[in-house]
């Protein structure tokens, strides 16, 4: 079954994605004007479009592996990658802002591909099993005092490997400009959101540990690949749960109120966050 087939059927009951919570935390009138409002964007970053492209030529090399024990030519996935980006620019109705480091498409382009051959020439899997890619999974939220509730989390995890430990990895990849801080991958919601999915569909048991792990090409004059591991525990998982749960509640009881942060800077809705 096709990725986007298994997700769409996954969005069929009721749930709650790890970007939607991770948007509410962000800031809850964000949340409304997206998620429920479903307002069209006043512009989209450049950003968006480049890391999404990036994900799909990621995906391809990791799938053809997997599935055909064949590695990719890295000028295949260079070409899907301005495929896809191209495609997206070429199709959108609302301004594109750009980055510093990618002022326009060209550059764009040429910094993905960059990117790309960072990762190519960089990833080692050696002692490694590909267990899955880009593998969408739901979960059944619970409360504190393990009444399930009605709605699922559901989640996309970029990839899922297998060490000679037999451990399980869950590995999420990302580009920046500046390297993470071993603190912000410790906190990172998405790896507590992975951990709940993998315990929850029996991939690990309910009490083990998982073992994560962010890859991250850093968008440098000459790119490299950085790894930050971590780990999420049961605790983890349950404290994650909690904080779904709370969200779930202020939407609910409407609760959408701006939060000024970092953020800010990129909003797709700023004009009316300032309108209202």
Not at 229 to 241: D, M
Not at 243 to 254: F, P, T
Request: proline share 4%.
């Amino acid at each position: 079954m096709a990725k986007s087939q298994a997700l769409q059927e996954l969005k069929q009951e009721l749930h709650i994605s790890y970007s939607q919570v991770f948007t509410y935390l962000g800031c809850s009138l964000k949340y409304q004007f997206m998620y429920v409002e479903a307002r069209p964007p006043e512009h989209t970053n450049i950003a968006l479009s480049f890391g999404g492209a990036l994900h799909v030529a990621i995906e391809r090399y990791y799938r053809t592996l997997k599935d055909k024990n064949y590695l990719e030519p890295l000028s295949v996935l260079e070409e899907l990658f301005q495929d896809c980006i191209s495609m997206e620019l070429d199709h959108t109705e609302i301004p594109v802002l750009y980055k510093k480091e990618t002022p326009d498409r060209e550059s764009t382009i040429k910094m993905g591909k960059a990117l790309l051959k960072a990762f190519y020439e960089s990833i080692d899997l050696s002692g490694m099993e590909i267990v899955a890619v880009e593998l969408p999974l739901s979960a059944r939220l619970y409360t504190d005092t393990g009444e399930a509730t009605e709605l699922k989390l559901i989640g996309v995890i970029d990839l899922v490997l297998r060490n000679l430990e037999a451990e399980l990895i869950a590995v999420d990849h990302k580009s920046a400009a500046k390297p993470y801080a071993q603190s912000t991958v410790d906190s990172n919601l998405q790896f507590s959101a992975y951990s709940y999915l993998l315990a929850s569909n029996k991939y690990v048991f309910p009490t083990a540990p998982v073992n994560c792990r962010m890859d991250v090409l850093r968008k440098l004059k000459t790119p490299k690949l950085e790894h930050y591991h971590t780990v999420r525990t049961a605790a983890h998982r349950k404290r994650f749960a909690k904080i779904a749960n709370a969200v779930l509640s202020g939407i609910e009881n409407d609760i959408f109120i701006p939060n000024h942060s970092w953020l800010c800077a990129d909003c797709q809705y700023a004009k009316a966050c300032e309108a209202w």
